[in-house]
């Protein structure tokens, strides 16, 4: 059976959370992604082609569902048609996929059959307060790091009520209840659409995610990391990064550049930070990422002036922390320029990754004069997880 390790969701697909200006905007956003899916709904048929090897569900006008998404359908007597599924084509009403194997009956029964945006999976919200102003969540997957999540995304201290909106997002470890942990860095993230239009990502697998978030008066994307990167140390049990904004606040209208992550940005370590140094000592440690040229998307020209070619890096890039490798970033290609009409883009036929659909997203970073880079992200596998 097909394995979907890596998912991808937006708020371009059908009855994905609002992340509006409330207290608990991102929490809720985040539980829809992680664990939960969401826009759940009946199929009215699901039928098998086998000269394709494609199932096509029925679902109604207006289902929102998008190609290359990953779907989970339940309920058909069928086992065969019971799991998650890569998108490969959409109509007005119906949603197509492919099967590995032949189901036991090209028309699936079953008393009620259902349709969803199935969650990135193997998380699991380990403590929440009442309010869903705090909540805490935590990779299930034994090759995870013992550190968790805690989002805090109500009345804190550096929350703006105004036109400011960001979410506390913390690397705790020793977590016994919702109010009793060790923290071990602290970064922010921000949510809701304010001044801007609603537009947000999140790509990840069992291990890792990645958060971007249109906000702010320059109405840009930033992008935000938080998870175990692929480390090269031997028993390291403390390999979890987190990227925040670079200033910790933004505003409606006075807000530039600088306000958007440092992530994309080689070199820099601006708000991001590793558990723990190679070393495994307790306390927080800052990391840069690094790739070819001084940022992600900028190494040459858009297209290349010789070939007129789109280029990019297959190989991940390197984490470093204390002057030494750490590990690389899981997931993440580097593409080496920039061209805007890749924005939200899948593409499968990369030379040398036939098959391998990769994402590409544009997003700003600090000290970047205004310009958006192309990010990446394969949507295959990242690690085992």
Same mark, same amino acid.
């Given at each position: 059976?097909?394995? &979907? ?6 708020? =371009? ?12 905007? %991102? ?31 029925? *679902? ?40 590995? @194997? ?8 079953? =008393? ?34 013992? *550190? ?11 929350? +703006? ?9 913390? %690397? ?7 109010? @009793? ?17 609603? =537009? ?52 409606? @209208? +006075? ?7 440092? /992530?994309?940005? &080689? ?31 900028? /190494? ?9 070619? &789109?280029? *990019?890096?297959?190989?991940?890039? %390197? ?13 993440? /290609?580097?593409?080496?320029? @920039? ?39 394969? %949507? ?6």
């Amino acid at each position: 059976m097909a394995d &979907f390790p890596v998912k991808w969701l937006s708020s =371009d697909m059908g009855g994905s959370p609002e992340n509006g200006d409330q207290y608990g905007a %991102l929490i809720e956003l985040l539980k829809a992604c992680l664990v939960t899916g969401f826009n759940t709904k009946p199929i009215a048929s699901l039928t098998y082609d086998s000269a394709t090897q494609q199932a096509t569900a029925s *679902v109604g006008s207006g289902h929102g569902y998008l190609k290359w998404q990953v779907i989970a359908i339940s309920g058909a007597d069928q086992a065969g048609y019971n799991s998650e599924h890569r998108v490969t084509a959409i109509g007005s009403d119906w949603v197509r996929f492919a099967l590995d @194997t032949a189901p036991a009956a090209n028309e699936a029964t079953g =008393d009620l059959i259902e349709i969803k945006t199935a969650p990135v999976g193997g998380w699991e919200i380990a403590a929440e307060d009442a309010d869903n102003h705090r909540a805490v969540f935590k990779r299930t997957s034994e090759r995870a790091t013992e *550190v968790m999540l805690m989002v805090e995304n109500g009345t804190w201290g550096g929350h +703006s009520s105004n036109s400011g909106r960001q979410a506390r997002v913390s %690397l705790i470890e020793q977590m016994i209840d919702i109010d @009793t942990y060790t923290v071990a860095a602290s970064r922010q993230w921000p949510y809701s659409a304010k001044e801007t239009t609603r =537009d947000w990502a999140l790509l990840g697998d069992g291990l890792t995610m990645f958060y971007l978030n249109r906000y702010g008066g320059q109405g840009k994307h930033g992008v935000f990391v938080w998870g175990d990167i692929k480390t090269v140390r031997p028993g390291d049990a403390y390999h979890c990064v987190v990227a925040g904004l670079q200033d910790g606040t933004w505003s409606s @209208t +006075s807000d530039t550049y600088e306000t958007y992550s440092a /992530l994309p940005y &080689f070199g820099s370590s601006v708000e991001m930070s590793i558990a723990r140094a190679w070393h495994q000592l307790p306390g927080a440690v800052g990391w840069t990422l690094e790739g070819v040229g001084d940022r992600i998307g900028s /190494l040459i020209s858009y297209p290349n002036p010789q070939d007129n070619g &789109f280029y *990019v890096a297959q190989g991940e890039m %390197l984490v470093i922390e204390s002057g030494g490798v750490r590990g690389s970033m899981p997931g993440m /290609l580097q593409p080496l320029h @920039t061209g805007a009409g890749y924005d939200k883009a899948v593409i499968d036929n990369l030379p040398q990754m036939d098959g391998v659909p990769v994402m590409f997203r544009l997003a700003a970073s600090r000290g970047n004069a205004g310009k958006e880079t192309l990010m990446a992200w394969r %949507l295959d596998r990242w690690q085992e997880v």
